[in-house]
């Protein structure tokens, strides 16, 4: 649906040339949630406004079910843009118009009627759950509110992509679930293929298929989310997981020391990542009862990513020297990948 080859950005600026977006290529199959997670500077919202060219990529090419939106005349753009909704992290809708003005804005070169456009409309509305706010103006919604009536407004023209740059950034934890909870049925419903924008990764576990993670203009890692939560390659990577699922806070009781007290000598602490069918073995147990190994859980995280359980444990391992790398073997065997903490 969606295939980025070879995306350059470049501004040039009093001190210089700015390279935002480098040498990217992706690939964005139809019907998933697509992921690109950066932090700020990243270049992840001008690589997002270049699929629709409201940045023009410096080189590259951006196609979009099969037309290369670089090739257009600014005519031919106009019209492929319709099939490209956007929603923003702060909406973007016209305080003077009313829930209903600003949806119509959307559709004014569509070429509906009047009754076809307020029917649409009235569709819309329903399907992102504000049929009540029909005439009401954006002061008077709430931020949650405020991005429906956006997503409303982006699907007005049936678009086969769908871009939300931070759509949920500017919004509190339980209003994002709500969103992306509605973006999730939005996807299923309409069979549109979504690209998310954000720097937040608990966002990108909730609801997408696969993630880039974008370092400086570059896209450094590329998977599934179920490969890339269990076994992340870049160090980016693994602290924006190790944030979103409290690992971090962990790691850094064990490197300040906290835990040096409770330590005996020849005491092992690890954490141990499993996932599938190891994240039901209860392997704790299996430890003490095969190799006489003592396994103390000072942390512990379970994320269900797309079914899947994903665990994260923190364990102080005891016993004598070869059973505890006996154990330490064994639960490699069973799936669990191991990373001992100094």
């Not at 923190?314 to 799936?335: F, I, K, T």
């Amino acid at each position: 649906m969606l295939e980025l080859k070879h995306i350059t950005k470049t501004f040039q600026t009093e001190a210089g040339a700015v390279t935002a977006v480098d040498d990217v290529s992706l690939s964005i199959r139809p019907g998933e949630i697509f992921g690109i997670i950066g932090f700020s500077g990243a270049g992840k919202s001008t690589l997002v406004r270049c699929i629709n060219l409201l940045e023009r990529p410096t080189s590259g090419e951006v196609i979009v079910d099969g037309t290369d939106l670089t090739k257009l005349s600014d005519a031919e753009l106009r019209v492929v843009r319709r099939r490209i909704g956007m929603i923003f992290q702060h909406f973007n809708l016209m305080p003077s118009r009313t829930v209903f003005g600003n949806i119509a804005l959307a559709l004014r070169h569509s070429g509906l009627d009047k009754e076809a456009k307020a029917r649409k409309i009235k569709e819309l509305l329903a399907l992102v759950g504000l049929s009540d706010k029909i005439n009401a103006y954006p002061a008077q919604l709430s931020g949650g509110q405020k991005q429906r009536v956006a997503i409303a407004r982006a699907l007005a023209n049936d678009p086969k992509v769908l871009l939300c740059d931070e759509a949920t950034s500017a919004l509190d934890p339980q209003t994002t679930h709500s969103i992306l909870k509605l973006l999730k049925e939005v996807n299923q419903k309409l069979k549109l293929t979504i690209v998310v924008i954000t720097h937040q990764m608990a966002v990108i576990k909730e609801i997408c298929d696969r993630v880039a993670v974008m370092k400086k203009g570059r896209i450094i890692e590329e998977g599934s989310i179920t490969e890339i939560f269990a076994h992340p390659q870049a160090d980016l990577t693994k602290d924006f997981i190790n944030t979103a699922n409290n690992v971090k806070k962990f790691l850094e009781v064990v490197s300040s020391g906290e835990l040096a007290s409770e330590l005996n000598a020849g005491d092992k602490v690890l954490l141990l990542t499993y996932t599938g069918k190891s994240a039901g073995e209860p392997m704790v147990v299996a430890l003490y009862e095969r190799f006489h190994v003592k396994a103390n859980i000072v942390f512990g995280n379970i994320d269900f990513i797309q079914g899947s359980a994903l665990g994260k444990l923190g364990v102080v391992l005891s016993g004598e020297p070869e059973a505890v790398a006996a154990a330490q073997q064994y639960l490699r065997d069973n799936g669990v990948a191991i990373e001992e903490l100094s």
